[in-house]
């Protein structure tokens, strides 16, 4: 009962505390309890559950919880996911609601820190699952490292190769090679890193992930990434 409720909350709660660890010194954030039933009773009152959404709220928390137990109360009156790779799909999946474009600008500010990295692979991950328009799968991959490549362009050191490591780092978690012209434009665009003079750039991972996908170029391809 109230599942969706229940989705939608883990849901906020997780890009919450993805977003408010960013800034404290610390692995993991915390919310109080009386901020965590606040973000259910408004989800409730939007629902048509006013008027008793407060009584609900408590039942919902207690459910998530003690049954559920994704969010766990990690200290008196304190809650945080246990798990941070579960806190991180979660702000995926809120990350990933509304129009396409919206979706896009929020992948574009998060897209760059490492921070972040999991939650973008999980992100992007969730337009490979399902019949998803391969339109909309090249805009959230390719479209989005072409997209950071393009903001930090004007930057000269490691850091100005946002869109390339990214395009690594989607070609390691592997969900994109469901999309064959994904994958190959992937490819192709983690080739500045190779070209790249920096200690912090080794060809050997780069290498690995082109070997893994070269059966799949085409042979133009082959020749650029050879070239």
């Not at 408004?42 to 559920?68: F, H, K, N, P, V």
């Not at 996911?81 to 509304?98: H, I, K, N, P, Y």
Request: negative net charge; charged residues 30%.
């Amino acid at each position: 009962e109230h599942s969706d409720v229940i989705d939608a909350v883990h849901e906020h709660v997780g890009l919450l505390l993805q977003t408010e660890g960013e800034s404290v010194e610390r692995a993991a954030a915390f919310l109080a309890r009386e901020r965590l039933l606040a973000i259910i009773v408004r989800d409730l009152d939007e629902r048509g559950y006013a008027g008793r959404s407060r009584s609900l709220a408590e039942e919902i928390l207690r459910a998530t919880a003690e049954r559920l137990v994704l969010l766990a109360e990690s200290r008196p009156g304190w809650y945080s996911f246990d798990v941070r790779s579960l806190q991180e799909f979660m702000a995926a999946r809120q990350l990933t609601r509304g129009e396409s474009a919206v979706v896009f600008e929020r992948l574009r500010t998060v897209g760059r820190p490492l921070y972040w990295r999991n939650v973008v692979l999980f992100a992007v991950g969730r337009f490979f699952v399902g019949n998803v328009p391969q339109a909309m799968r090249y805009q959230m991959s390719v479209g989005l490292c072409e997209r950071l490549a393009e903001d930090h362009a004007h930057e000269a050191d490691w850091g100005s190769y946002p869109g390339a490591r990214l395009a690594l780092d989607l070609l390691s978690d592997g969900a994109v090679a469901k999309d064959l012209r994904c994958l190959r434009m992937l490819v192709l665009k983690t080739l500045s890193l190779l070209a790249a003079e920096s200690e912090w750039i080794t060809e050997e991972p780069i290498g690995r992930t082109i070997a893994r996908y070269w059966e799949h170029l085409e042979e133009d391809e082959k020749a650029e990434v050879v070239g």
